[in-house]
T-cell receptor, first 112, second 115 residues
Framework: GQQLNQSPQSMFIQEGEDVSMNCTSSSIFNTWLWYKQDPGEGPVLLIA?????ELTSNGRLTAQFGITRKDSFLNISASIPSDVGIYFC????????????FGTGTRLTIIP | GAVVSQHPSWVICKSGTSVKIECRSL??????MFWYRQFPKQSLMLMAT?????????EQGVEKDKFLINHASLTLSTLTVTSAHPEDSSFYIC???????????FGSGTRLTVV
């Protein structure tokens, strides 16, 4: 099935550093969602974006919905150990009930 | 709110047997449930979409006779992996869209190992 291209594939950072990852698509999405998945768990929603150009924050996390509706980025400021995990972007063409298309994931590792 | 409870969290079964995975919406009615499969170090791939009271819609390449989906009530959807083989070993996750507002909540996943 279709997937969103997410980069980077993996990141190795030190605690306290800022993190930036992005997601691109060849087709338009009307809703962009960012999830975090811990090992052996289901994804947990971090931020939801519903409007092109929208910039939304959730604590140390900030995400933006690209103006072309074909991309989105997620920033994490001042990383902490519990930020370790896999981050997925996901998009849908509609505004609810439609199936999600997932990105390829970014694995974040914090180096002691 | 909007919690989906998924059971079991892990299961080991013998090749050729069937395994049932349940997802229950605890505090909302899930008219739609999405079923995903995730192989190690890979993303979530949608397998099928179930709608309460109707037949599930399967993604291309997913065998509907092997992965039986039942969505008989607004709070319960089940996925049965029939005649499981080692290549069916994977992490299976369900997800339901919220009924109030926009968003999707996920179950905690089921790790299936077929030996």
């Amino acid at each position: 099935g279709q997937q969103l291209n997410q980069s980077p594939q993996s990141m190795f950072i030190q605690e306290g550093e800022d993190v930036s990852m992005n997601c691109t698509s060849s087709s338009i999405f009307n809703t962009w969602l960012w999830y975090k998945q811990d090992p052996g768990e289901g994804p947990v929603l971090l931020i939801a974006l519903y409007k092109a150009g929208e910039l939304t924050s959730n604590g140390r996390l900030t995400a933006q919905f690209g103006i072309t509706r074909k991309d989105s980025f997620l920033n994490i400021s001042a990383s902490i150990p519990s930020d370790v995990g896999i981050y997925f972007c996901a998009g849908t063409g509609g505004f609810g009930n439609e199936k999600l298309t997932f990105g390829t994931g970014t694995r974040l590792t914090i180096i002691p | 709110g909007a919690v989906v409870s998924q059971h079991p969290s892990w299961v080991i079964c013998k090749s050729g047997t069937s395994v049932k995975i349940e997802c229950r919406s605890l505090d909302f009615q899930a008219t739609t449930m999405f079923w995903y499969r995730q192989f190690p170090k890979q993303s979530l791939m949608l397998m099928a979409t179930s709608n309460e009271g109707s037949k599930a819609t399967y993604e291309q390449g997913v065998e509907k006779d092997k992965f039986l989906i039942n969505h008989a009530s607004l709070t319960l959807s089940t996925l049965t992996v029939t005649s499981a083989h080692p290549e069916d070993s994977s992490f299976y996750i369900c997800s339901a869209p919220y009924t109030s507002g926009y968003g999707y909540t996920f179950g905690s996943g089921t790790r299936l190992t077929v030996v």
